[in-house]
């Protein structure tokens, strides 16, 4: 994805991208794009789609959401160099040396937001879909970053997890218009789901102490300004607020500030032991499903 695209369509990404080195950067570009345009076709967005190729294949012409995103997978699966966003993923992967299983993860989790109805009623199964579409990516994300170690990996799938929690509390109204309903449709699931997103927030933290130092910098400030979303949510108080405010972004001058704060993070860290990992119940809960060590 080109830096104009990135700073139209990801401007928190594109924002905290700024502080990677060059190499690193466009890496995690190409993760950005494989899981965003793959997002977009789930959600029938089709416009960062068409910006990207703008001149698609027949082969996607008049087909369904469900039938794009299937022959997607069907290209990962085969190495196919048709697509340019399965390619450039592929590469990435064989050059990083990350487990494809990571990428079926992926998938699994996107393929369930195309059922009719999208309705999770337990924290398990929340988990477990928010380490699908998010925490997979923290996991490629950590690769990319030369991160092997397996508490940094941890910390990367519980940041990936509080992402998604945040943006499950911030799409409530959008999300039921498309028939999701992952947490209940009330402002008192919305500040609980926030409280967890707090809590993996806060359980990636010291792990971030094992990403190369030159590296550490740009995921403090991503934490940082994604984590504020949450904390803009809850000045709402209450549910018709919320409803009508709209789409919830971070202001540039708010992400100045959060990226100012992270200065004292990367100082904070640098004097920080690794704790224990503090999310190991909710892991196990996702293991029941998904060996995660298979994906370290």
Same mark, same amino acid.
């Given at each position: 994805?080109?830096?104009?695209?990135?700073?139209?369509?990801?401007?928190? %990404?594109n924002w905290a991208g700024? %502080?990677?080195?060059?190499?690193?950067?466009?890496?995690? +570009?190409?993760?950005? +794009?494989?899981?965003?345009?793959?997002?977009?076709?789930?959600?029938?967005? +089709?416009?960062?789609?068409?910006?990207?190729?703008?001149?698609? @294949?027949?082969?996607?012409?008049?087909? $369904?959401?469900?039938?794009?995103?299937? &022959?997607?997978?069907?290209? *990962?699966?085969?190495?196919?160099? %048709?697509?340019? /966003?399965? $390619?450039?993923? *592929?590469?990435?992967?064989e050059q990083e040396n990350?487990?494809? =299983?990571?990428?079926?993860?992926?998938?699994?989790?996107?393929?369930?937001?195309?059922?009719? =109805?999208?309705?999770?009623?337990?924290?398990?199964?929340?988990?477990?879909?928010? #380490?699908?579409?998010?925490? $997979?990516?923290?996991?490629?994300?950590?690769?990319?970053?030369?991160?092997?170690?397996?508490?940094?990996?941890?910390?990367?799938?519980?940041?990936?997890?509080?992402?998604?929690?945040?943006?499950?509390?911030?799409?409530?109204?959008?999300? @039921?218009?498309?028939?999701?309903? #992952?947490?209940?449709?009330?402002?008192?699931?919305?500040?609980?789901?926030?409280?967890?997103?707090?809590?993996?927030?806060?359980? +990636?933290?010291?792990?971030?102490?094992?990403?190369?130092?030159? %590296?550490?910098?740009?995921? &403090?400030?991503?934490?940082?300004?994604?984590?504020?979303?949450? #904390?803009?949510?809850?000045?709402?108080?209450?549910?018709?607020? #919320?409803?009508?405010?709209? =789409? /919830?972004?971070?202001?540039?001058?708010?992400?100045?500030?959060?990226?100012?704060?992270?200065?004292?993070?990367?100082?904070? &860290?640098?004097? $920080?032991?690794?704790?224990?990992?503090?999310?190991? =119940?909710?892991?196990?809960?996702?293991?029941?499903?998904?060996? &995660?060590?298979?994906?370290?």
């Amino acid at each position: 994805m080109s830096e104009n695209l990135l700073a139209k369509y990801a401007k928190s %990404f594109n924002w905290a991208g700024f %502080f990677l080195p060059n190499k690193e950067f466009k890496k995690s +570009s190409t993760v950005y +794009s494989f899981c965003r345009i793959l997002d977009d076709i789930v959600d029938g967005d +089709s416009d960062l789609y068409f910006e990207l190729y703008k001149h698609p @294949s027949d082969e996607f012409k008049d087909k $369904t959401p469900e039938e794009v995103l299937r &022959l997607h997978k069907a290209y *990962w699966r085969t190495k196919t160099n %048709f697509y340019p /966003i399965v $390619t450039n993923m *592929w590469k990435l992967f064989e050059q990083e040396n990350i487990s494809k =299983k990571i990428v079926e993860d992926l998938f699994d989790g996107l393929e369930s937001d195309l059922n009719k =109805k999208v309705q999770i009623k337990t924290q398990k199964n929340l988990l477990i879909y928010c #380490y699908r579409v998010a925490g $997979t990516v923290g996991l490629v994300m950590s690769k990319v970053l030369q991160v092997q170690d397996q508490r940094a990996l941890k910390g990367a799938i519980d940041l990936g997890i509080a992402m998604q929690l945040t943006n499950i509390s911030r799409d409530v109204i959008e999300d @039921s218009k498309r028939n999701r309903e #992952y947490i209940d449709p009330n402002f008192e699931s919305i500040k609980k789901t926030i409280h967890l997103a707090d809590q993996f927030y806060d359980s +990636s933290f010291s792990s971030i102490k094992k990403i190369p130092l030159r %590296f550490r910098f740009a995921i &403090l400030v991503a934490r940082r300004i994604y984590r504020q979303i949450g #904390y803009k949510i809850l000045k709402k108080r209450e549910m018709e607020k #919320y409803r009508n405010s709209g =789409k /919830i972004y971070i202001s540039n001058i708010s992400k100045l500030i959060q990226t100012t704060l992270s200065v004292f993070d990367f100082l904070k &860290l640098l004097f $920080t032991d690794i704790e224990k990992h503090q999310r190991e =119940k909710e892991h196990l809960l996702i293991k029941e499903e998904i060996n &995660l060590n298979e994906r370290f």
